[in-house]
T-cell receptor, first 114, second 109 residues
Framework: DTAVSQTPKYLVTQMGNDKSIKCEQN?????MYWYKQDSKKFLKIMFS???????INETVPNRFSPKSPDKAHLNLHINSLELGDSAVYFC?????????????FGNGTRLTVT | QKEVEQDPGPLSVPEGAIVSLNCTYS??????FMWYRQYSRKGPELLMY????GNKEDGRFTAQVDKSSKYISLFIRDSQPSDSATYLC?????????FGTGTKLQVIP
């Protein structure tokens, strides 16, 4: 039974399109995240939600908009996709919002923009 | 200067070797120290977690933290081919976790 699941696994699209990635966790955690991992494996936080409230919003273009309909779900919508958006996007959850709370990751969505 | 520095490798060792992976950091606000393992095409998974200076052992894995030098290490004893993965250090402050760039490890049978 997958703890953090995200769909789709792969996403290939053209520049200028709008796309969404969905994430669900069944761990009962209060906090969910979106991370971006570039080709050099660097993992950088984009957003964090605690019980549907946005608590971290790093310097991310406003073409990226997270939405949390409930504390078990966190979706990521991306408008006007650019070549530089190609990366692997990971959803994660943790029990608490503090930086010491271990993260549980999904298996990623590999986005390729052509 | 990056907040967290980690040698990207790749690091290639023979099976049975002792592996040492290291990170340095500059921010004294980091209070939590973690190592994650990431297999190819998978999400990172938590391997070790500690919040104090000193050593913490779990099976073949030992995490070491030196807060005075701002240096953390992960040792893997009797390395196995199944240990081949990317290892990411992760440091937590009150608000968030900052990851190192990861070290790719290959254990050759």
């Amino acid at each position: 039974d997958t703890a953090v699941s995200q769909t789709p696994k792969y996403l290939v699209t053209q520049m200028g399109n709008d796309k969404s990635i969905k994430c669900e966790q069944n761990l009962g955690h209060d906090t969910m995240y979106w991370y971006k991992q570039d080709s050099k494996k660097f993992l950088k936080i984009m957003f964090s939600y605690n019980n549907k409230e946005l608590i971290i919003n790093e310097t991310v273009p406003n073409r990226f908009s997270p939405k949390s309909p409930d504390k078990a779900h966190l979706n990521l919508h991306i408008n006007s996709l650019e070549l530089g958006d190609s990366a692997v996007y990971f959803c994660a959850s943790s029990q608490a919002r503090q930086g010491g709370s271990p993260l549980h990751f999904g298996n990623g969505t590999r986005l390729t923009v052509t | 200067q990056k907040e967290v520095e980690q040698d990207p490798g790749p690091l290639s060792v023979p099976e049975g070797a002792i592996v040492s992976l290291n990170c340095t950091y500059s921010n004294s606000a980091f209070q939590y120290f973690m190592w994650y393992r990431q297999y190819s095409r998978k999400g990172p998974e938590l391997l070790m977690y500690t919040y104090s200076s000193g050593n913490k052992e779990d099976g073949r894995f030992t995490a070491q933290v030196d807060k005075s030098s701002k240096y953390i290490s992960l040792f893997i004893r009797d390395s196995q081919p199944s240990d081949s993965a990317t290892y990411l250090c992760a440091l937590g402050s009150y608000q968030k976790v900052t990851f190192g760039t990861g070290t790719k490890l290959q254990v050759i049978p």
